[in-house]
């Protein structure tokens, strides 16, 4: 058994499945990666990718985990097998072959402050029933450092665009998040600048019954409300004038966020979109202000009203394709783990504040 892992270590390229499920709840992001070389002499190709999304009954199970007002520890308990017995089906499903499995599981708070954060997913389901090592829990190594456990991602965008300049990575998910890139690693600046897609969803989901404003088609139909913008300005400034380390989540960013907004629904999505692309513009005038070209991906880029809104503050703005604006999450995770058996540090100090770097990951196996 060992003898098979230890010739997994010395090998040179592996086939990893990179799984990544992110705040907005709404499935598993499945990316099959060949990588071969580390650090910034890595190179991967993505030889699949798929996103499934999840069974509507356990979309709520998670919502209603991220509420302290209503989860319980039974809750957490039964959630966190219930979703690694979900994930093995879905990938037994597609009938892939692979050497490794990064895991990132599924956030369900997160209290950089604090110092604690919770992924749930058990690994050992995925390591038995697929039968593969599990590198998992990307997050916790950092904040035992005294970091902040996120952004993780940030290392991956210095190793496949850490060359440019006067650009950053913009992952709008249900959280935004960006990353300053830099030749050299240890001045990159990477943080969470707030809201992504999530108030837009709230909304979305009270007034309209749908996941989300698909291609901004709401929005277009709204009127941006100035006295509205204000009162979220006021509720949300001491998030943007913070210096990071930054790091936030659905804890912050919900419903009661919208607390005391009056606003016919079609101009509260329109002026939360608005809002969406300032808060992201202020962050970056404040702590990155050379930032010239952003590299959006995440599911906001599909939101043309944002990305257009983004655009109007003087930004050029790329969109890669659209399989990488999907999967770089999930790609960013494989590209972890293959790095966890090459015995490489991932995290960036500068960007979460750990007192060192270290190798993120722990690894859960099949035998
Ligand atoms: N066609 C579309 N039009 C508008 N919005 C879209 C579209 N497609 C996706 N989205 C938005 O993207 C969200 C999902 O994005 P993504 O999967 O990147 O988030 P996530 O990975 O769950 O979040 P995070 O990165 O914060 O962990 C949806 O909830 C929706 O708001
Ligand atoms: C604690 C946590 O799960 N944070 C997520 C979340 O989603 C976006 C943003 O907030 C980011 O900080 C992070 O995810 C990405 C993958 C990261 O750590 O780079």
Redo the contacts with the bound molecule.
Sequence with gaps: MWEKFLKLLKKDERVVLGL???????GL?IALVKVSGKTQDLRFSLEFFKSIPYPKDLREKIIRAYNPNVSTVKDITELNFALAREHVKMIKGLGLQFDLIGYHGQTVYHMPEAGATLQLGEADVLAVELGVPVVHSFRTKDMALGGQGAPIVSYFDWVVFGRESGTATL?????ANLTYLSKKRENVIAFDTGP??CL??VVVNKYYSQ??????KIAKKGKIRDDVIELLMMKDADYIEKSPPKTTGRERYNEEFLDGIKCPPKDLVRTLTRFTALSIHLNIKKHVPKTKKLIVT???A??PVLTDDIRSFGYEVEIPDKTFV?AK?AIAIAVLANEFLNGVTTNIPNVTGAEREATLGKLSLPF
């Design positions: 990544m499920s992110g705040t907005s709840a709404d992001d992952n709008i998910g249900g959280i992504g897609n837009i969803d996941p989300f404003d698909i291609d901004g995440g599911g906001g599909f939101n999907e999450e």
